[in-house]
């Protein structure tokens, strides 16, 4: 399995920023692919996961709830984590992962399968 996360970057406090997960190599139906992150300093977060088959999400973070959203294209095997109304706090590098047993309602223990991150910097 394998998971690329770009669309990373430098934003502006107000702005948006729409990052992209490129999936390849899973074999079970209907993985759970999340989206977390990483400030530094501090432990890495849940956000927002997705099923792939039935495009069904569940929010982890509650500081995120109304400005994230996320999607999949499974013709692209493809999620996008788009964000609005970006707040200097939510700088960190962002991950996606994939979970093949256990849906989204899980510990994000049972992510077995990462990216390699890309930075968000949200700054004036």
């Known amino acids: 399995v394998q998971l690329q996360a770009s669309g990373g970057g430098l934003v502006q406090p107000g702005g948006s920023l729409r990052l992209s997960c490129a999936v390849s190599g899973v074999t079970v139906d209907d993985p759970a692919i999340g989206w977390f992150r990483q400030a530094p300093g501090k432990e890495r977060e849940g956000l927002l996961c997705?099923?792939?088959?039935?495009?069904?999400?569940?929010v982890y973070a509650g500081s995120v709830k109304g400005r994230f959203t996320i999607s999949r294209d499974n013709s692209e095997n493809t999620v996008y984590l788009q964000m609005s109304s970006l707040k200097p706090e939510d700088t960190a590098v962002y991950y996606c992962?994939?979970?093949?047993?256990?849906?989204?309602?899980?510990?994000?223990?049972?992510?077995?399968?990462w990216g390699q991150g890309t930075l968000v910097t949200v700054s004036s």
């Open positions: 992962a994939v979970n093949t047993l256990t849906g989204c309602y899980t510990d994000i223990a049972d992510f077995a399968f």
């Open positions: 997705i099923r792939r088959r039935s495009g069904g999400s569940t």
